[in-house]
Nanobody
Framework: QVQLVESGGGLVQAGGSLRLSCAAS????????MGWFRQAPGMGREFVAR????????TYANSVKGRFTISRDNAKNTVHLQMNSLKPEDTAVYYC???????????????WGQGTQVTVSS
């Protein structure tokens, strides 16, 4: 079955950096676009970044554009999120998931992993 395991979160001061990783298994990773999402306390889950199946095209939420970089390694079935210049408002649990194309461009599909907690102190 599809399994997604996020890692790399932690506590960091504002202005710091973290690199998140997501290890995928149970499906042909290189066939699917991947996305990162986050959920802050008391809030809904929101889109953060997306990368196409080949890795050629990336898309970001306005709130993270210029600070976060999504990448993938299809040989290792992993997707990463490099987060720089972190702000307290980036505090959330971060999740990866497969996403669709066309009208489902930002839509996650399948089960969620456990996520990884990112906490940014001011």
């Amino acid at each position: 079955q599809v399994q997604l395991v996020e890692s790399g979160g932690g506590l960091v001061q504002a202005g710091g950096s973290l690199r998140l990783s997501c290890a995928a298994s149970g499906y042909i990773f290189s066939n699917y676009a991947m996305g990162w999402f986050r959920q802050a306390p008391g809030m809904g889950r929101e889109f953060v970044a997306r990368i196409s199946s080949s890795g050629e095209t990336t898309t970001y939420a306005n709130s993270v554009k210029g600070r976060f970089t999504i990448s993938r390694d299809n040989a290792k079935n992993t997707v990463h999120l490099q987060m720089n210049s972190l702000k307290p408002e980036d505090t959330a649990v971060y999740y990866c998931n497969r996403v669709g194309v066309g009208p489902l461009y930002y839509t996650p599909s399948g089960s969620w992993g456990q996520g990884t907690q990112v906490t940014v102190s001011s």
